[in-house]
C-alpha cells in the first residue's frame, strides 16, 4: 500500500517524509520552501483563491528541485465553479500531456445530497477521457458509503467502454445498484389470463409497473400498501403469516424503486451484493 499525507503543517509534513510517507497531498506557495528537502512525491496545487497560472508556477518551481510531483488543478464542488474546474483539469492536460494528474472526487460525493454511485460513474468517465493517473476520494458522509469500490468499478468500466470504443452500457451493471437492470413486467391481463389456469390454493405474488399483485385460484388482489394486502388476505398459520408478510414488502419495495421481484428471490442489488469479482 501507498501511505499519503495531507497537511500543510511543517512539522508534520517533514515527520512524515522521515518515516517514509509515499505522497504529500498538498503542494502550493504556502508550504513549497519545505519541498527541496523532501524525499516523498508531492502533489502541487493552485494557491488558495487562485487558478491555473499559479498552478503552473507553483509546478514549475517544484520541477526545478528535481523532486517528484503530481498535479492537481483541484475539482471545486457543485454550484462554486465545477464546470470551471473541469475545464482546468482539460487545459492542464492539454499543457501537460505527459504529466501525472491527481483529481479529487470527494467535493462533489461528500458535497451533494445525492447517492454516490452515479456521481462517481460520471466522474470515472471525465477521469478515463482526461487520462488522469491519480483519483482521491473519502467514505465520511452517510451517502458516499461504498465510494471507494464505487469508483474501483468505475474506472474499469470505463477504461473498457474507451479501449473497445463502445458506450460504458452492457458491460457490467454492477453499478445499478438502487434500481435495476432492464427486466420484464407482466401486465395484468396477463396476470389474470394466468390466474385462469391455476388449480391450487398457493398464492403467487408478482409486481407490476405501480403495484402487487397476489392471486392463487380463488381470489385476485392488487394493491399497493403490503399490510393492506396481508389483512386482506387473512392468513391465520404464523408460519405463512411470516412468508407472506417477508414476500410482500420485499415486493413493495421492488415496486417502489422499479426493480424485478421474483417471489422467493432476493432483490438484487448491484455491487452491494458482494458476489462479483472485482478483478
Given at each position: 500500500?501507498?501511505?499519503?499525507?495531507?497537511?500543510?503543517?511543517?512539522?508534520?509534513?517533514?515527520?512524515?517524509?522521515?518515516?517514509?510517507?509515499?505522497?504529500?497531498?498538498?503542494?502550493?506557495?504556502?508550504n513549497i520552501?519545505?519541498?527541496?528537502?523532501?524525499?516523498c512525491?508531492?502533489?502541487?496545487?493552485?494557491?488558495?483563491g487562485?487558478?491555473?497560472?499559479?498552478l503552473?508556477?507553483n509546478a514549475?518551481?517544484?520541477?526545478?528541485?528535481?523532486v517528484?510531483?503530481?498535479?492537481?488543478?483541484i475539482?471545486?464542488?457543485?454550484?462554486?465553479?465545477?464546470?470551471?474546474?473541469?475545464?482546468?483539469?482539460?487545459?492542464?492536460?492539454?499543457?501537460h500531456?505527459?504529466?501525472e494528474i491527481?483529481?479529487?472526487?470527494?467535493n462533489?460525493?461528500?458535497?451533494?445530497?445525492?447517492?454516490?454511485?452515479?456521481?462517481n460513474?460520471?466522474?470515472a468517465?471525465?477521469?478515463?477521457?482526461?487520462?488522469?493517473?491519480?483519483?482521491?476520494?473519502?467514505?465520511?458522509?452517510?451517502?458516499?458509503?461504498?465510494?471507494?469500490?464505487?469508483?474501483?468499478?468505475?474506472?474499469?468500466?470505463?477504461?473498457?467502454?474507451?479501449?473497445?470504443?463502445?458506450?460504458?452500457?452492457?458491460?457490467?451493471?454492477?453499478?445499478?445498484?438502487?434500481?435495476?437492470?432492464?427486466?420484464?413486467?407482466?401486465t395484468?391481463?396477463?396476470?389474470?389470463?394466468?390466474?385462469?389456469?391455476?388449480?391450487?390454493?398457493?398464492?403467487?405474488?408478482?409486481?407490476?409497473?405501480?403495484?402487487?399483485?397476489?392471486?392463487?385460484?380463488?381470489?385476485?388482489?392488487e394493491?399497493?400498501?403490503?399490510?393492506?394486502?396481508?389483512?386482506a388476505?387473512?392468513?391465520?398459520?404464523?408460519?405463512?403469516?411470516?412468508y407472506?408478510?417477508?414476500?410482500?414488502?420485499r415486493?413493495?419495495?421492488?415496486?417502489?424503486?422499479?426493480?424485478?421481484?421474483?417471489?422467493?428471490?432476493?432483490?438484487?442489488?448491484?455491487?452491494?451484493?458482494?458476489?462479483?469479482?472485482?478483478?
Amino acid at each position: 500500500f501507498a501511505v499519503s499525507i495531507d497537511t500543510f503543517e511543517p512539522r508534520t509534513i517533514r515527520a512524515a517524509d522521515a518515516a517514509g510517507v509515499d505522497l504529500l497531498l498538498s503542494v502550493n506557495r504556502q508550504n513549497i520552501d519545505l519541498v527541496p528537502d523532501l524525499r516523498c512525491k508531492v502533489v502541487v496545487i493552485p494557491d488558495f483563491g487562485e487558478g491555473l497560472e499559479s498552478l503552473e508556477r507553483n509546478a514549475a518551481e517544484v520541477a526545478a528541485t528535481g523532486v517528484p510531483y503530481v498535479l492537481d488543478p483541484i475539482l471545486d464542488p457543485l454550484g462554486f465553479g465545477f464546470t470551471a474546474a473541469v475545464e482546468r483539469y482539460a487545459e492542464t492536460r492539454r499543457r501537460h500531456p505527459e504529466a501525472e494528474i491527481l483529481m479529487g472526487v470527494g467535493n462533489l460525493t461528500e458535497l451533494t445530497d445525492v447517492d454516490s454511485t452515479g456521481v462517481n460513474a460520471v466522474m470515472a468517465g471525465v477521469i478515463e477521457e482526461l487520462h488522469i493517473d491519480y483519483v482521491l476520494t473519502t467514505e465520511v458522509i452517510s451517502w458516499a458509503a461504498g465510494a471507494v469500490r464505487e469508483l474501483d468499478l468505475a474506472r474499469k468500466l470505463m477504461y473498457c467502454a474507451r479501449e473497445n470504443r463502445v458506450p460504458p452500457k452492457s458491460i457490467d451493471d454492477r453499478l445499478v445498484a438502487l434500481k435495476d437492470v432492464p427486466f420484464r413486467r407482466y401486465t395484468e391481463d396477463e396476470l389474470r389470463s394466468m390466474q385462469a389456469k391455476v388449480k391450487d390454493r398457493n398464492l403467487r405474488i408478482f409486481t407490476g409497473a405501480d403495484r402487487v399483485y397476489v392471486f392463487n385460484r380463488d381470489l385476485f388482489l392488487e394493491g399497493t400498501d403490503p399490510r393492506e394486502m396481508f389483512a386482506a388476505l387473512q392468513v391465520d398459520d404464523a408460519g405463512h403469516a411470516f412468508y407472506l408478510g417477508r414476500e410482500l414488502e420485499r415486493a413493495a419495495l421492488a415496486v417502489k424503486l422499479g426493480k424485478k421481484y421474483v417471489q422467493e428471490s432476493p432483490l438484487r442489488w448491484g455491487y452491494l451484493d458482494g458476489d462479483g469479482d472485482d478483478g
